[in-house]
């Protein structure tokens, strides 16, 4: 933006509108909207974010912005007919911030600005002789002007708050009179002049420009950089600030203030939620100072305000079409709006609201479908604590990694190993974890600590991991040498249980039972959704069948048996994307996986495969009948041998006891040898994947054979099976061609004329394999994207070793916003995708394209495959749901998920 486009600064609230949001901050885009509606608004004007902005990068006020404030204040004074800070009859303003994104408590407002030592009085006047409420909101000012605007320790003045009411005898503010409130005044100008080195400004005007440029620099305190890192809000948007004139919540008992929601935001339910305080300024509410009342209360109390205010509610919803929350006071049985926006809600909540506004007519499916989203969806489906009156949360941290977890504390990972070695589930508490703690976090059930945000090693790492983590929860204290923590009143000792829940960062002591989803019991079947009354199900019901009605992209898992093929099946998986073949070679199997491996002969090596063969064949056989006919994208092996091998140490161990008893120690030391000579420095960029296939002869081979033999088995019982042989770790197109050319002529023998048609196609996930994928197109039927290696090799490093090493690192400077293991890197990962995807179509029109990596249930992710062309997504089986959901948004959406 132009210095000449910012020209204007200041807005009136009849200037603006509900869509102006960059400009004026939600707060106040929603003031002018509610103004243009005809709706009670105080009358107020807005100080746009461009001021903010160049205010944040020169260090002071762009030029014109002081004369526009002053000409909109005069505006402001002529429709009030009062002047700012008059001493005969003042007119107050609050001072509010405002961004783009609401930043909750991240910034700061100012109330009463314009009061002084004289206009105190002038307010005692204008009120009817009304002293005490004169005095209170003099205190008010001083108190919200000291903290906010000179950073005067807010504890000082809450101090001074409780002496005066002690000194009083009671526990309620409503019980100081005007003299103790003068008094109390006194007291807060003493405590500001002794932090800020100057009296309380007794200029109106000076009171107004400070506040304005204490929001504006408020956009740059820590906890709001912290805040906006963690949302992932943007550093350069700013702040708006807005004026407005003051009404009085606390004029007396036919004065109040309150918040409310047009519907439950925790359930979706429809009806009336909020919170009521009579005599009171707005911030009380909110500072839990007194109980407030349930919203309902106020219709017996002013019955006008209450039948109004349920009618702009109404009004309010119907016109932004969704959930809204607002903020109200009451001056003297005139009801004045404060605030709305768009509410938040719980996951739960945002599927109910947009079923039920469908109901409405308010709005379409298409509609419904974008208000939800695969994170709401994904919290839903994890099993939930079964909360009653008998568990109280403890603490309160950051939920970091998502489900609910219950175990035995531990406090270190050595400790953690043990004890789940023994069965035990545990909960690893630190204060912050670190690399050392790996394993510990490996054998856990949950970790807790109490430091650390969402982008905290022990946040990240979890999510890695699938694991359910509190973060932040600084309530405790935790003492590692003395084996327990402090929480509130309670100290819990190792061994004693906790239950920390990850969606929503609160920690119980005890065992929290657990439920399963009721999601999740859709989605298996067990719960139908025609019959049940459960608000819930309905809802996603309906938008999951409208999700799937608009999707281009199919969606398949990644299973590697027919009991995962079944289950991912019921979760609505198209086919099998990923199938591994490794598992087949562990368990009772790993015996002929050393004869294999220490064959010495072709005729030893061959009878070990020839042994493997009807192994493999039954596995497929059961992965084709389960999946009736719908493909199955079988990766032929792909880790090094060596991973089958036991590890060195074990072995070298063995052979010693062995010899020592006087064993037999031929087998163990040829196996030792060859685990010797099979040592790799980089097993990940080493003799794995196809590589394997065309240094070992005969074992794709057999695989293939094994494939094509269950394909054809099934086919003969009646039953279908597509399957679709991929090779793992092409780079290029020769190493492919090679293997096809073998393939090709053992599918050919075993499928004879039994109709049955194999595909043969290969994963791109070496670099080079995307930057020549014209060349490999020609040579195969299909490319699935194994992004997880494409991730690896694209930046060069391996997940095990980086995600616990220093991605917290990189998260915190902001290298990456997010893992690139969690979503894909679009402009480096993504980008070579974009490139074999591009390339490989043109060089064979209609080629198949599909991906398998982890990536392809994650959200954000599933918008660029479908930006980029792919027929599908493969994820695990779990993340079913949520790829058809977010592949049912990306289809009706333009442009990137908006999941904020
Ligand atoms: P936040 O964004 O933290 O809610 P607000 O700017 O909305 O901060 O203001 C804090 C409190 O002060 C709210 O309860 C609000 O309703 C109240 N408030 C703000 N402006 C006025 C005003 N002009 N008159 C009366 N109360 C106000
Ligand atoms: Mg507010
Ligand atoms: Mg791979």
């Not at 973060?471 to 402090?486: C, H, L, M, Q, Y």
Request: proline residues 4%; charged residues 25%; contains cysteine.
């Amino acid at each position: 933006m132009t210095a000449h486009e910012t020209d204007k600064y200041v807005y009136d609230f009849a200037e603006g509108n509900k869509d102006l949001k960059d400009l004026l901050g939600g707060k106040g885009a929603n003031l002018a909207e509610m103004t243009n509606l005809g709706l009670p608004v105080p009358p107020g004007f807005t100080i746009t974010t461009g001021a903010c902005q160049a205010y944040l990068a020169t260090g002071r006020e762009p030029d014109g912005l002081a004369g526009q404030i002053e000409a909109h204040l005069e505006a402001l004074e002529r429709a009030m007919g009062r002047r700012l800070g008059d001493p005969q009859d003042p007119l107050l303003v609050s001072v509010r911030s405002g961004a783009r994104f609401s930043m909750p408590g991240m910034m700061e407002t100012v109330l009463n600005v314009g009061l002084n030592d004289r206009s105190v009085v002038g307010l005692s006047d204008q009120a009817g002789k009304n002293d005490r409420f004169a005095w209170d909101s003099y205190r008010r000012l001083i108190q919200m002007f000291g903290k906010t605007v000179c950073e005067v320790p807010g504890e000082e003045f809450e101090h001074a708050l409780d002496e005066a009411k002690r000194a009083k005898g009671t526990h309620d503010d409503l019980d100081l009179d005007a003299d103790d409130l003068r008094g109390l005044v006194e007291t807060y100008k003493k405590i500001f002049a002794k932090h800020t080195g100057r009296e309380f400004p007794q200029e109106p005007r000076e009171q107004l420009d400070l506040a304005i440029r204490a929001v504006f620099e408020s956009w740059n305190a820590e906890r709001a950089i912290l805040y906006r890192r963690q949302e992932r809000i943007p550093a350069d948007l700013g702040t708006a600030v807005n004026v407005v004139a003051m009404v009085f919540g606390n004029l007396g008992p036919d004065s109040g203030t309150g918040v409310a929601f047009t519907r439950d935001p925790g359930s979706g339910a429809q009806g009336i939620y909020g919170d009521y305080l009579a005599n009171a300024q707005g911030e009380d509410v909110v500072a839990g100072i007194r109980n407030t009342v349930p919203l309902q209360e106020l219709e017996r109390l002013d019955k006008t305000s209450y039948d109004q205010l349920l009618d702009i509610m109404a009004r309010l919803e119907g016109h932004y079409q969704d959930l809204c929350d607002i903020e109200f006071t009451i001056e003297r049985g005139k009801l004045w709006m404060l605030q709305t926006r768009v509410g938040k809600r719980t996951a739960a909540a945002a599927f109910v609201i947009a079923g039920q506004l469908v109901d409405e007519g308010l709005i379409d499916l298409d509609e419904a479908l974008h208000r939800v989203n695969g994170a709401q969806l994904a919290q839903l489906m994890f099993p939930r604590f079964q909360l009653d009156h008998e568990f109280e949360a403890v603490a309160q941290g950051i939920g970091a990694s998502p489900g609910a977890a219950s175990g035995a504390v531990v406090f270190t990972s050595a400790r953690a190993v043990e004890l789940a070695a023994e069965g035990k589930s545990v909960i690893l508490v630190r204060r912050e974890t670190n690399p050392d703690d790996l394993n510990g976090m490996i054998a856990a059930q949950g970790i807790l600590t109490s430091r650390g945000g969402k982008t905290s090693h022990a946040a990240v790492v979890a999510r890695g991991m699938g694991k359910t983590c509190v973060s932040g929860a600084d309530g405790i204290e935790v003492n590692v040498p003395a084996k327990r923590f402090t929480v509130g009143g309670h100290t819990v000792s190792e061994g004693d249980v906790v239950s920390i829940d990850g969606t929503t960062g609160k920690v119980y002591l005890g065992e929290v039972p657990v439920t399963p989803s009721e999601v999740v019991q859709y989605f298996e079947g067990t719960l139908d959704p025609e019959r049940t009354d459960d608000a819930l199900v309905r809802a996603v019901h309906r938008i999951m069948t409208h999700a799937d009605a608009r999707r281009r992209l199919a969606v398949r898992t990644n299973a590697d048996t027919g009991a995962d093929a079944a289950r991912a099946r019921r979760f609505g998986a198209e086919g099998i994307g990923l199938c591994r073949t490794e598992h087949m070679f562990l368990g009772d199997r790993r015996e002929l996986v050393e004869r294999l491996i220490l064959a010495a002969t072709d005729a030893e090596r061959t009878d070990a495969l020839a042994a493997l063969l009807p192994l493999q064949r039954q596995d497929f056989v059961e992965i084709f009948r389960e999946m009736a006919g719908l493909p199955v994208t079988v990766r032929l092996i792909d880790p090094p041998l060596h991973e089958f091998l036991p590890p060195l140490e074990q072995l070298a161990v063995n052979v010693a006891v062995a010899q020592e008893r006087g064993e037999d120690v031929a087998k163990e030391e040829a196996l030792l040898a060859a685990v010797r000579r099979m040592h790799e420095e980089n097993p990940m960029l080493g003799l794995r994947g196809v590589r394997l296939g065309l240094v070992i002869p005969g074992l794709f081979a057999m695989q293939v054979r094994a494939i094509a033999e269950a394909a054809v088995a099934v086919t003969r019982d009646g039953g279908t099976a597509c399957p679709e042989i991929m090779v793992p770790l092409v780079g290029a197109v020769q190493e492919l061609e090679t293997v096809r050319a073998e393939a090709e002529k053992i599918i050919a023998e075993v499928v004879g004329d039994s109709g049955v048609e194999v595909l043969i196609g290969t994963m791109i996930e070496v670099p080079r394999a995307a930057l020549t994928a014209g060349q490999i197109a020609e040579a195969a039927q299909f490319f699935s994207f194994g992004t997880n290696d494409l991730t690896q090799m694209g930046w060069g490093f391996s997940r095990d070793d980086v995600e616990g090493a220093f991605f917290w690192r990189y998260l915190e400077l902001g290298i990456f916003g997010i893992s690139p293991f969690e979503s894909i890197d679009r402009d480096g990962v993504g980008r070579l995708i974009r490139i074999a995807a591009e390339e490989g179509r043109a060089a064979r029109p209609g080629l198949k394209l599909g991906v398998c990596g982890e990536h392809g249930g994650d959200p954000d992710s599933v918008h660029f495959f479908h930006e980029v062309g792919l027929d599908y997504v493969s994820c695990s089986p779990f993340r079913v749901p949520v790829a058809r959901l977010e592949a049912g948004r990306a289809a009706i959406e333009t442009t990137g998920s908006d999941s904020r």
